[in-house]
């Protein structure tokens, strides 16, 4: 094998400058790759190094700007979103205004005063009339019926749509006449919720969110979680805050009786009181008092509730399908069914408009 001799100096410097002896394998791989030869000027780094600095410069604030956009677009779906949501609930629940009438004094809406020469307004939902202790007005309400408001009354409306017609007594009295269907209105007190079931009633709160609900025509449903009373015509019930509505009974029972129900229903007494407090109300019951003790079943103890049971029975005695054992037990469609049997109403009406009440 024959070997070239060749100059290392020389060939290195071909690489570098170009000078020396060229080597035939460099000028091989120059000819191949002479089509990819670079004839620009060399760049100019730090220029670039600028130019970079500058374009980064520039792209960041767009980003924010881009940013921040999104933001605030985010925010008006937002409030636009809620001014809906909140409108809708408004509007289901705004209806017809109740028509007011100045009866004596000067009632108030808000800050309007109706005196003789303005003897009417409206009042719409979330509104409050007020009287004070010379002034009386009525509200009425074609399709509901009219509600005389005596002095020193706060009477708000709570929803008056179709259907649905509902308002607060904060303090105060009024007086019902209600000509819709069973169940469409309600009024609100700090102690309990009164179901109208087409009757005519009066309800009063005082200062302390007490209560007491007078029927004279039809029955009125009282109830406050799950606490629940029906007052017929000719009956009252009281009602407390944080305990609700008590024991319904005639006007016209004994004072023994009315004065031995308040205390069972409202005093604390020790468990020797109450005993003797409750053979009292058995002991003075007569025939109308069965009201009384049908709601007794499902507020006194295991223990005490065969006692009242015997004495209902006597004065009213159950229907045929009624039995012992499940009244003792508590039995809902024999505790209904025992009620429908006194003649008060129906109360399958009660439980049809509670559920209804019970979801707005």
Avoid at 101 to 115: D, E, F, Q, Y
Avoid at 349 to 359: A, G, I, K, P, V
Wanted: hydrophobic fraction near 40%; charged fraction near 25%; aromatic fraction near 8%.
């Amino acid at each position: 094998m024959n070997e070239r001799k060749k100059d290392p100096a020389m060939k290195e410097d071909y690489l570098w400058d170009g000078s020396g002896e060229p080597d035939p394998e460099v000028q091989k791989l120059e000819q191949l790759l002479g089509r990819y030869r670079h004839n620009q000027p060399r760049p100019a780094f730090d220029q670039l190094t600028v130019e970079q600095a500058r374009s980064r410069r520039w792209r960041f604030p767009v980003f924010r700007l881009s940013f921040s956009a999104a933001a605030v677009a985010a925010v008006l779906v937002i409030g636009v979103s809620a001014f809906v949501v909140v409108h809708t609930r408004k509007a289901n629940q705004a209806g017809p205004a109740w028509e007011i009438a100045r009866i004596a004094g000067t009632p108030r809406v808000g800050w309007h005063a109706l005196s003789a020469n303005s003897r009417t307004a409206k009042l719409e939902v979330g509104q409050t009339l007020v009287t004070d202790n010379s002034s009386r007005a009525s509200i009425t309400l074609d399709e509901t019926g009219q509600i005389e408001v005596d002095p020193q009354s706060r009477l708000r409306v709570v929803a008056s749509r179709p259907g649905h017609k509902r308002l607060s007594l904060e303090r105060g009295t009024i007086h019902a006449t209600i000509w819709a269907p069973p169940g469409e209105f309600v009024v609100d007190t700090p102690s309990a919720v009164a179901v109208d079931l087409g009757c005519v009633y009066t309800l009063h709160v005082d200062d302390s969110g007490a209560g007491l609900l007078r029927t004279t025509m039809g029955w009125v449903g009282f109830r406050l979680n799950g606490h629940e009373s029906f007052i017929p015509a000719g009956a009252v019930c009281a009602t407390r805050p944080r305990i609700g509505p008590g024991t319904p009974y005639f006007e016209d029972a004994s004072p023994s009786f009315r004065d031995a129900l308040t205390k069972f229903d409202f005093a604390t007494v020790t468990p020797e009181e109450r005993i003797a407090l409750l053979g009292t109300l058995l002991g003075d019951a007569k025939k109308q008092d069965a009201l009384t003790l049908w709601h007794l079943l499902s507020r006194v103890s295991d223990a005490e509730r065969p006692s009242v049971y015997a004495r209902l029975a006597t004065l009213a005695p159950p229907p045929r399908e009624v039995t012992r054992e499940g009244v003792l037990r508590l039995d809902q469609k024999m505790l209904d069914s025992w009620w429908n049997s006194l003649g008060y109403g129906d109360v399958f009406l009660w439980h049809m408009y509670e559920r209804t009440w019970s979801e707005h």
